[in-house]
């Protein structure tokens, strides 16, 4: 009896050996990646547009614009593309969706069976030539009401929502830099106005000092234009102040030092736009209040509400474990004995109740928050075809001011040259022509900014291309 004991043992040990072997081995490992702050500062700051992995993401998705390579003039969509790639926004919200990805195949994991190995020990059995009696009992789970199902759903609508906030961050990233550049462009030319404006406030002064000092006007004139000529320079130094700032802003939409721009042309189309409004109010809500990203993302929030109200109704029906097991007796009449549990929980004193009043909490919040998007969509909407319609009766008036002074400008040079005008009043119509066109330049950057207000709200017309979802797209240094 001692040699068929030993000769089962050896068997047995072997086996268990192999299980412990085959589990370690499919056993994931940790691998460190120490976060050093001042390698990540550094590699920020040395972020060019010449980059070679911009270049590599350039061609991959725009190959015609890494031909000529670097490049020494961006415009818009190319800045935006830039900015796909280095905007740490972007990263962060693909490695959300990276997470969320995982949360999927972990609520698709099975529970695990699990054994529970019992020595006993009896030294009053009669003949046994060991008191040992080793017991082996499995515990094997099943679990009910579809709540593994549910849980992969739950899952799979935080992953989509989490996939759509990376459209949303590719939005705010492509909109911040529109509106930078747009600041820009807009600063710069100003910049050029009023340079005009000074230059011609600083001949109207000298020649207004010449008459003063021939006695022919009195010294208050003379102070008006020295103080319209010191305010024309608070101004330009005000533009030339928004120019430096605005270049920042596009840095920093784009996720590149300011010292990256440095030589770099920055193209923005400031022409007038269309005098007919884009889309009708109703056409716009309509879009936006169906297909922008945000909405889209809370929508699939609630998806995701509501799969987790479904599962904790279901965590009411009590999972079920079968609990096989083996008692071996080294007895002299050999007596093993074969044992099968059933446990199921008593669903008597709780019936998951709170967490389903929770989880029904949390999906009428969602809902909430879908109508609150909705109602400030809309409020975007109005607020901006509002402005786009005052602004563009604005610019109508200022056109129709334009024309005047234009044709006084034209009247007075005409003068000038029939020598029927000196040269100061010469000076004074540019200035006001000039004024006229400054006024008539901003108010055709608000409507601008109107219709980019516009299309921040319906998310058009920019279509975001499937490179934002790449989660390998900003490896930036």
């Not at 097991?325 to 074969?338: C, H, I, K, L, T």
């Amino acid at each position: 009896m001692r040699q068929v004991s030993s000769d089962l043992a050896a068997p047995l040990r072997r086996l268990l050996v192999l299980i412990c072997l085959g589990l370690l081995w499919g056993c994931a490992h940790y691998q460190p990646k120490p976060l050093a702050p001042r390698d990540t500062a550094g590699n920020l700051r040395s972020r060019t547009l010449a980059d070679v992995g911009l270049r590599a993401f350039l061609e991959t998705n725009k190959p015609e614009w890494a031909k000529t390579w670097p490049r020494t003039a961006w415009n818009l969509d190319e800045l935006t593309w830039a900015a796909f790639y280095f905007h740490p926004s972007l990263e962060v919200a693909r490695a959300d969706w990276d997470v969320a990805q995982a949360g999927i195949k972990t609520a698709g994991g099975r529970p695990n069976p699990t054994v529970t190995v019992t020595p006993a020990y009896d030294s009053g059995i009669a003949g046994n030539f060991s008191p040992w009696l080793p017991t082996v009992i499995f515990d094997l789970p099943f679990e009910t009401a579809g709540k593994r199902h549910r849980r992969i759903e739950q899952a799979k609508s935080l992953s989509e929502s989490a996939r759509l906030n990376i459209a949303t961050a590719a939005w705010q990233v492509r909109g911040a830099l529109r509106n930078s550049m747009r600041e820009h462009a807009a600063a710069e030319q100003r910049v050029r106005f009023l340079q005009q404006q000074v230059a011609l406030q600083q001949e109207i002064s000298e020649r207004l000092k010449r008459q003063l000092q021939a006695g022919a006007i009195a010294t208050t004139e003379i102070t008006t234009a020295r103080v319209a000529l010191a305010k024309a320079g608070a101004e330009l130094a005000d533009a030339q102040r928004q120019v430096a700032t605005a270049r920042v802003r596009i840095a920093d939409s784009i996720g590149i030092p300011v010292s990256a721009l440095a030589g770099v042309s920055l193209a923005m189309d400031l022409s007038g736009p269309s005098a007919a409004a884009p889309l009708l109010p109703a056409e716009l809500r309509d879009t936006a209040l169906h297909s922008r990203t945000d909405i889209l993302g809370a929508l699939t929030q609630y998806a995701a509400t509501e799969f987790a109200l479904q599962l904790e109704i279901a965590k009411q029906y009590p999972d079920v474990h079968l609990s096989p097991g083996y008692s071996w007796n080294q007895g002299s009449r050999g007596d093993s004995q074969w044992q099968l549990g059933l446990t199921v929980e008593l669903p008597v004193l709780n019936r998951n109740q709170g967490p389903i009043a929770e989880a029904e909490a949390r999906r009428k919040a969602a809902a909430a928050r879908v109508l609150a998007m909705q109602a400030r969509i809309i409020g975007e909407i109005d607020s901006a075809v509002a402005l786009y319609d005052a602004d563009q009766k604005n610019v109508a008036a200022l056109q129709s001011l334009m024309a005047a002074r234009q044709a006084q400008r034209e009247t007075t040079r005409a003068q000038f040259n029939g020598g029927a005008t000196d040269r100061l009043e010469l000076a004074s119509s540019e200035l006001e022509f000039n004024a006229a066109a400054l006024a008539e330049f901003d108010a055709k950057v608000r409507l601008h900014q109107a219709i980019d207000a516009l299309e921040d709200a319906i998310q058009r017309p920019f279509e975001l291309p499937m490179a934002i979802y790449d989660t390998h797209a900003s490896n930036a240094p």
